[in-house]
């Protein structure tokens, strides 16, 4: 018989059986499409883990609670489904936070499991176990919304609420607690409701669509940047853009909406070369960070553009039009706005014949630009080459990782970039990795680290040998916080406070964790090496030797002060 979608919070009452909350709020993730949760156990969340255990979930054990929250991100960003993670409360919940921040950030739908002290203890100051004054509103401070479930009768209902909240609208991390006494009662508990139907799509203004046509058609030379939100929607704006020949452009998170071997995809340093003469700019489920920031004044505030094209957003968020005040903003899901955009315009576009020279010239110039950038470029034009197309490549905050951010990594697909977005949280990248090859065993993941910060998770080697996630990770070793010294050596006048390293020997530490361990000092050696791994598909880790300080610097590209010819 086929079941019929129910709202969130109703129940199934053909079927109840007893067990504790904390094994029904399991059973609700489960039906919210829940199959693997990354997380550590701990007194106050027992219930919770022997519910993972009942119910046979995919279970992935990290050494520290910041990578659980890591971890689900990676699998939440490279597949668009939601990624669970479950953690003690008190310090384990906030060894979280620097996770959910850059969760928060690049729009990752994460849920959290966690707990909170017995009931009667609440907000009492008593000093109990892992006790917070407000944990709830400390995380709401930080997250999209912070759910509490006080009444075990509650779960089903709380937990479909947060993980529709964790996927309505601009998407972002959730948590959900529960009392340590609530979670560990047994009751009566009716079977999860099916997955809630999908909430319809935001109504769109007929006059900001009518608007918006005309706008378009008027353009000689438009300009489409992604975000983050248009993840999903890569066949309508590809579709758009070859109706209106224009370029697409990303920073980071929306890289590969439009492949960039796309006659029409092209990175952000080649997006530069055509920005002063473009007269529209369309901003499709992104913040807009690089034209308006990294072009423009980083330091300087302003609510709408002072200068440059005219600027229409298409946004699912409303907020966002009170956030940076565009000329023309619709409100909507970015494919449906640009199904909507096509077939609107499909009779009244009239493409400029000539920007696919100007765009073929501009991704020229740039790439031709970015050979200075050594030996970054030279190791990433090698990744490039091994990694399949629809492998996937995290960076760090790293030499390397910057230079991937405006274009030293061509991107063909999307989600298979997977960046952490403006909070810029060093020791993001190999625990985000892991998650995302949890997510996508068949395909190829690759991570990129210095060793500063490969070293904030290095103890996840353990957990990638102990479940065979077969991540290659790349550790880049210059013995430094390499852009803190160039900082440092270029406005401090070579005082370099703190930011040079010691570091261990790679190789063995690997192996010490059982995890495969190489060593390379050039591209070439590079090339043979990682095709290796990558067919192994076992955890490895290959040791790229650097001299402190030599890279070359990607920052006049990211922070460009005009054409690469004023570069």
């Not at 919070?9 to 094994?23: D, I, L, R, Y």
């Not at 005309?214 to 890569?234: D, F, V």
């Not at 010691?502 to 990682?530: C, H, I, M, N």
Request: hydrophobic letters at 40%; glycine letters at 10%.
């Amino acid at each position: 018989m086929k079941q019929t979608a129910m709202k969130p919070g109703s129940t199934n009452n053909t079927a109840k059986k007893k067990m504790t909350a904390g094994e029904a709020m399991i059973e609700s993730a489960i039906a919210n499409g829940v199959d693997t949760v990354f997380g550590i156990p701990g007194a106050q969340i027992y219930p919770l883990f022997d519910g993972i255990y009942k119910h046979n979930l995919d279970l992935i054990v990290p050494r520290h609670e910041q990578s659980a929250a890591y971890m689900a991100m990676g699998y939440a960003k490279s597949t668009g489904k939601t990624g669970t993670f479950a953690v003690v409360p008190g310090p384990g919940i906030l060894n979280t936070t620097a996770a959910l921040c850059t969760a928060m950030g690049n729009c990752s739908p994460v849920v959290g499991l966690t707990g909170q002290v017995p009931a009667p203890f609440v907000g009492q100051g008593r000093g109990h176990l892992h006790e917070l004054k407000d944990q709830a509103g400390t995380l709401r401070s930080i997250i999209k919304d912070a759910f509490s479930i006080d009444r075990a009768e509650d779960t089903a209902a709380v937990m479909n609420r947060a993980y529709e909240t964790v996927r309505t609208g601009r998407p972002g991390p959730v948590t959900v607690e529960m009392c340590w006494d609530t979670m560990a009662a047994e009751a009566e508990f009716a079977s999860p409701a099916p997955v809630p139907a999908a909430e319809p799509m935001p109504e769109i203004s007929p006059d900001s669509l009518k608007s918006a046509v005309e706008m378009i058609a008027k353009a000689r030379k438009p300009m489409i940047m992604c975000g983050a939100g248009a993840l999903h929607a890569s066949e309508e704006v590809t579709a758009l853009a070859e109706l209106l020949n224009a370029p697409v452009t990303a920073f980071r998170s929306g890289r590969g909406v439009v492949s960039e071997d796309h006659l029409l995809g092209l990175s952000a340093v080649a997006a530069r070369q055509l920005w002063d003469d473009c007269d529209l700019l369309i901003g499709i489920g992104s913040r807009l960070e690089m034209p308006y920031l990294r072009w423009g004044n980083y330091m300087q505030y302003e609510r709408k553009p002072s200068s440059g094209p005219q600027l229409i957003r298409i946004d699912i968020d409303p907020a966002q039009m009170e956030v940076f005040a565009p000329d023309l903003g619709i409100v909507g899901d970015s494919a449906q706005v640009c199904r909507v955009l096509y077939d609107l315009l499909i009779t009244k576009a009239k493409p400029n014949p000539d920007r696919l020279d100007e765009i073929a010239r501009a991704k020229a110039v740039a790439w031709n630009a970015l050979q200075d950038v050594q030996p970054q470029m030279a190791y990433l034009d090698v990744i490039r080459q091994v990694l399949p197309r629809d492998g996937f490549y995290v960076p760090e905050l790293s030499q390397m990782g910057f230079t991937t951010w405006v274009g030293g990594l061509p991107v063909y697909q999307p989600r298979t970039y997977v960046e952490g977005g403006y909070q810029g949280t060093l020791g993001f990248g190999f625990p985000t990795a892991l998650g995302v090859k949890v997510a996508n065993p068949d395909k190829a993941v690759v991570s990129v680290s210095g060793d500063g910060g490969f070293m904030f998770g290095l103890q996840e080697l353990m957990t990638a040998a102990e479940f065979n996630i077969g991540l290659v990770s790349i550790v880049v070793n210059n013995h430094s916080y390499g852009n803190v010294r160039r900082d440092q050596q270029m406005g401090f006048g070579s005082r370099f406070s703190g930011s040079e390293l010691k570091t261990p020997d790679f190789v063995q530490l690997a192996e010490s964790f059982g995890v495969r361990g190489y060593r390379v000092s050039s591209p070439q050696a590079l090339k043979p090496l990682l095709a290796k791994c990558i067919e192994l598909d076992q955890p490895c880790l290959i040791e790229i030797q650097s001299e402190r300080g030599l890279e070359g610097s990607p920052w006049p590209f990211i922070h460009p002060q005009g054409p690469l010819e004023a570069i």
